[in-house]
C-alpha cells in the first residue's frame, strides 16, 4: 500500500511558509552589526550571512529527519526485514543518536563550532548515500546507526553558534525564529518524501536528502570560510566566576525538566495519537491535519512577537505558560471525542511548544559559559530523544494492556508535564534564596 500523505490541505501551506521564513533574514541583518563592505580581513563577529546559514543547517537536519518517518519503515520491510528488524532499524537511528549527542557537546567545546559542523553535514550526506547501497536489513541498521551519529553534531551545534551569538537580551527571539525551522521542517519533510516515494522510489528520497545535506555543506562552508573564532561576548550569564557557575547549573536542570516534559509528550503523540484516531475510523490524511495544526501553530508563535517575552520578562513564566499549554492541549485530547478536538488540543499543544521552545533553549544557552554551551545543548538534545522515547514507549505499553482505543496516555502525559511547572519553580526559588543568602 503506499504511503497517503495530505497533500491537497499541506499544498497552499507549503507554497506560503516563505511568507514567514523569508523576513527571517531580514530581521537579523537589522539587529546586529553591519560588517564593512570594503573590509576582507577574516570575521571574528557574528554576520547575517553566517547566522542564516545556521538556520540553513537546523532546517535541514529537521528535514532530513521528517523525511524518514513515512519511508524508513516500509523501505526496510523491501529488503526483507521482519517486524522485530523494523524496529530495530527505526530505533538504530535514535540510539546512536542519543549517544552522538553526548559525545558532540564534548568536541563543540574543545574543537569550536565551524569544522565540526561541517564534518558533520558532510558525513550525514555520506550516510544517506549509504541508504541506497544497502541491500539487506542487517546493512540497513548500520548505515542508521551511522547516520544517527554523523547528525548528532548538527543540531547541538548550530544552536551553541545561535547562544554564542545572540545578545544576552535577545536570546529567545534569535531561538525562536530558528525554532520555526524547525516546525516549517515537520510540515514539508513528511511530505516531500511522500511524493517523491509514491513518484520515484524509496531511494531517491535517501539521494534527495543527501543532495540537500551536501549543498548545505557548501552554504555554510561559504558562509563562514572568512569566520576565524566564535564571537566572545561576555555578559552577565557568561560570567566565568565559580559562582555564576553554581547559579546557573540549577537553571540549566529546569531547562532539561521543561525538555523532558515537552517531549514525554510528543512521544506520546507520534505514537498513539494516529492509532486512536484510526480507531475511530479516520483517515490518514485527516490525522496527518491534526500535525500540521500543531506544526504550523508552533511555528507561528516562535516566528512571532511571543517568542520574545521571555527576553522582556524572564524565563520563568513563559516557561510556566508553555507547560501549561503543553498540559491543556493534552488534557483536550483526552476528553475529545473526534477530529475537532483532536485539532484543537493539537493546535494548543503547538501553541505551548512555540511559547516554550524560545524561552528553555535561550535558558540553557545563557546558563553556561560560552566554552561550555557545547556540551549543555549536547545534553540538552540527548533529553529530547529520551522524552520521545519515554512517551512512545509508555504510551505503547499502556496501548498493549489496555487497548489501542485508550486516550489514559494523553492524561498521564499531562499531569507529567503540569507536575514539572511548580517543580521548575521551586528550583528557581531555592536558588533564588541562596543566590541572595551569598
Not at 529537521?62 to 527505526?90: E, H, K, N, S
Not at 563562514?224 to 547559579?247: C, F, G, N, T, Y
Amino acid at each position: 500500500m503506499k504511503w497517503q500523505s495530505p497533500v491537497n490541505a499541506q499544498k497552499a501551506l507549503s507554497a506560503n511558509l516563505s511568507i514567514v521564513i523569508y523576513p527571517v533574514k531580514s530581521l537579523e541583518y537589522y539587529a546586529m552589526e553591519q560588517p564593512s563592505q570594503t573590509d576582507s580581513r577574516p570575521s571574528t563577529k557574528p554576520t547575517p550571512q553566517w547566522i542564516g546559514a545556521t538556520r540553513v543547517v537546523i532546517l535541514v537536519a529537521f528535514l532530513d529527519l521528517f523525511m524518514q518517518f513515512p519511508v524508513i519503515a516500509p523501505y526496510a520491510r523491501t529488503l526483507g526485514a521482519t517486524g522485530t528488524l523494523v524496529g530495530v532499524v527505526v530505533a538504530a537511528y535514535s540510539g546512536a543518536n542519543l549517544i552522538g549527542n553526548l559525545v558532540a557537546g564534548a568536541i563543540l567545546d574543545k574543537w569550536g563550532r565551524k569544522k565540526p559542523l561541517l564534518v558533520g553535514l558532510l558525513a550525514t550526506a555520506l550516510a544517506l548515500l549509504g541508504y541506497a547501497l544497502s541491500a539487506t536489513p542487517q546493512q540497513l541498521v548500520v548505515v542508521r546507526a551511522l547516520h544517527g551519529l554523523a547528525a548528532a553534531i548538527l543540531t547541538p551545534g548550530a544552536f551553541a553558534i545561535l547562544g554564542d551569538s545572540a545578545r544576552a537580551g535577545q536570546r529567545a527571539r534569535v531561538m525562536g525564529i530558528s525554532g520555526a525551522f524547525i516546525a516549517a521542517a515537520a510540515v514539508i519533510g513528511p511530505l516531500i518524501a511522500g511524493i517523491v516515494r509514491d513518484k520515484q522510489s524509496p531511494e531517491a528520497v535517501f539521494l534527495l536528502s543527501a543532495t540537500i545535506m551536501l549543498g548545505t555543506f557548501f552554504i555554510f562552508w561559504y558562509s563562514v570560510r572568512k569566520l576565524v573564532r566564535m564571537p566572545e561576548e561576555i555578559s552577565p550569564q557568561d560570567d566565568s566566576r565559580p559562582e555564576a557557575a553554581s547559579r546557573g547549573l540549577p537553571r540549566l536542570v529546569t531547562s532539561y525538566l521543561a525538555a523532558l516534559a515537552l517531549t514525554v509528550g510528543l512521544g506520546t503523540l507520534v505514537t498513539h495519537l494516529p492509532i486512536v484516531l484510526a480507531e475511530r475510523g479516520e483517515s490518514a490524511t485527516r490525522t496527518g491535519l491534526t500535525f500540521t495544526a500543531f506544526a504550523v501553530v508552533a511555528m507561528i508563535a516562535m516566528a512571532s512577537p511571543l517568542s520574545r517575552v521571555s527576553d522582556r520578562f524572564g524565563r520563568l513564566v513563559p516557561m510556566m505558560a508553555g507547560l501549561v499549554s503543553v498540559s491543556a492541549g493534552m488534557l483536550v485530547l483526552w476528553a475529545s471525542g473526534g477530529f475537532p478536538g483532536a485539532v484543537l488540543g493539537m493546535g494548543i499543544f503547538g501553541l505551548g511548544f512555540g511559547v516554550l521552545f524560545p524561552a528553555m533553549t535561550a535558558l540553557a544557552a545563557e546558563s553556561v559559559q560560552q566554552n561550555q554551551r557545547g556540551k549543555a545543548f549536547g545534553i540538552f538534545f540527548a533529553v529530547f530523544s529520551v522524552g520521545v522515547v519515554i512517551g512512545a514507549m509508555f504510551s505503547g505499553l499502556l496501548a498493549d494492556r489496555l487497548g489501542t482505543a485508550t486516550v489514559l496516555p494523553y492524561l498521564i502525559s499531562a499531569i507529567f508535564a503540569l507536575a514539572i511547572v511548580p517543580t521548575i519553580g521551586v528550583i528557581w526559588r531555592l536558588q533564588k534564596a541562596r543566590t541572595s543568602g551569598d
